[in-house]
């Protein structure tokens, strides 16, 4: 397994510097796994002047699979556009073709009373989130900040999908929702953008090659509240990327914290980025507080799809789940009668679980 590893900025280096001490654990029990690290964001901005270096590109591109921590923090927020942190981690997602962003919100019932909805409206949740994440408003040109033909400054971004785009992400979403419950709804706002109504149709054609599974539609608005009203009626739920990462941010907190979402983005092949849905975390980065647990279970989810290695995927999900049933919390998880503890000492525990 050669893994690339980006630690990123913020609390990147923390997290993930955890989840390399899961890996370094089955390493010593056997597995072949090779390391190397490179910069993204920010501290690759530091290093070479640019967020996606040319260095990074190719231990990323040579790499089976990809171990991302977060990139961002106000540090960079006045750099020319193109040099931001997050840039680089649009263009490492373009570049190695990584449509498919999974985002799994499944509450661990130990942390029932971390969740903000009441126990019995979370109870059992396992909702499967699939975001395109190569498209949309995020990628779509043209996109900037001009004087207008009426002398005033605006700025502007283009939501666009191109139907070849639509498609393999409707297919891939089917096929997930095929290993599940057969339960398939796709988030728009069709009653309003064009892009997405078009998504819409797309997405009733491609339910033609999946007869088993039940294809629903919603508007992003509704969706946003039916997913803090009552959950446990999705199943898996497919869209495009500025509604997925508003939509999964949301869902997290129904599992307690967005340091409990990891997610897995990939490309045709299943080669694999693998990294928690939350970012730097500027206001705790550097303080050992942050909760490793979203990027250990983003490790979890590259043994699932990159290295088809089920077995050590479902042992780490485990081990998360031991430290957790030993009343372990960092601070966003912290209920009273449970332990609070450090970044580092979490990743302490899970290694000891394991
Ligand atoms: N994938 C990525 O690399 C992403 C990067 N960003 C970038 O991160 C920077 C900060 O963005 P924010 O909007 O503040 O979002 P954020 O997700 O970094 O933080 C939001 C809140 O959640 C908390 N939080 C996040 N992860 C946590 C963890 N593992 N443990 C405990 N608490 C955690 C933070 O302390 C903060 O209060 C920005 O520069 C942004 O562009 C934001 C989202 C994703
Ligand atoms: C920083 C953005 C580019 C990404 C983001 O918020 C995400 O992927 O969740
Ligand atoms: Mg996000």
New binding site residues.
């Given amino acids: 397994m050669k893994i690339a590893i980006l630690p ?1 900025d ?2 990147g280096p923390e ?1 993930v510097a955890q989840a390399v001490r899961v890996l370094e654990k089955l390493q010593a029990e056997g597995l072949q796994v090779e390391m190397e690290t490179a910069p993204l964001g920010g501290a690759a901005y530091d290093q070479y002047g640019e967020p996606y270096p040319e260095a990074t590109r190719q231990l990323a591109r040579s790499a089976d699979a990809i171990l991302l921590g ?4 106000p540090a960079y927020d006045a750099l020319p556009r193109e040099k931001r ?2 840039r680089g ?1 649009l263009a490492i997602r373009k570049d190695l073709g990584l449509f498919g962003n999974l985002r799994p919100a499944i509450l661990y019932p130990e942390l029932a009373g971390a969740s903000t909805l009441k126990p019995e409206v979370v109870a059992g949740l396992d909702i499967m989130i699939v975001r395109e994440l190569t498209g949309d408003i995020y990628f779509g040109q043209p996109r900037g900040i001009h004087v207008n033909a009426a002398g005033e400054r605006e700025g502007f971004n283009t939501m666009r999908y191109s139907e070849s785009e639509i498609r393999r992400i409707a297919k891939l979403a089917f096929e997930i929702a095929q290993k599940r419950n057969r339960k398939l709804c796709s988030v728009d706002k069709a009653n309003v953008l064009e892009c997405t109504e078009f998504w819409k149709e797309i997405l009733i054609d491609v339910a033609k090659d999946y007869p088993d599974v039940e294809l629903s539609h919603m508007y992003v608005d509704n969706a946003a509240m039916q997913l803090v009203r009552n959950p446990k009626q999705f199943d898996v739920i497919v869209t495009g990327n500025i509604f997925g990462d508003i939509l999964s941010d949301e869902a997290s907190m129904l599992t307690g ?3 409990m979402l990891p997610s897995a983005s990939l490309d045709a092949a299943n080669k694999g980025l693998y ?2 849905c ?7 980065a550097g303080k050992n507080v ?2 490793p647990l ?1 990027t250990i279970l983003s490790l979890a989810m590259m043994m699932r799809y990159t290295f088809a290695r089920e077995d050590l995927a479902t042992r780490i999900e485990q081990a998360v789940q031991t430290v957790l049933r030993q009343g372990y919390r ?1 601070a ?1 998880i912290f209920e009273p009668g449970t332990e609070r503890i450090s970044c580092s000492a979490m990743g302490d525990a899970v290694v000891a679980a394991l």
Avoid at 70 to 73: I, L, P, Q
Wanted: proline fraction near 11%; charged fraction near 15%; glycine fraction near 22%.
């Fill in positions: 990123g913020g609390i997290i977060a990139v961002g923090g942190p997050e981690l914290s967005i340091g990294e928690p939350h970012g730097s975390a500027p206001d705790i942050a909760n979203a960092t966003d």
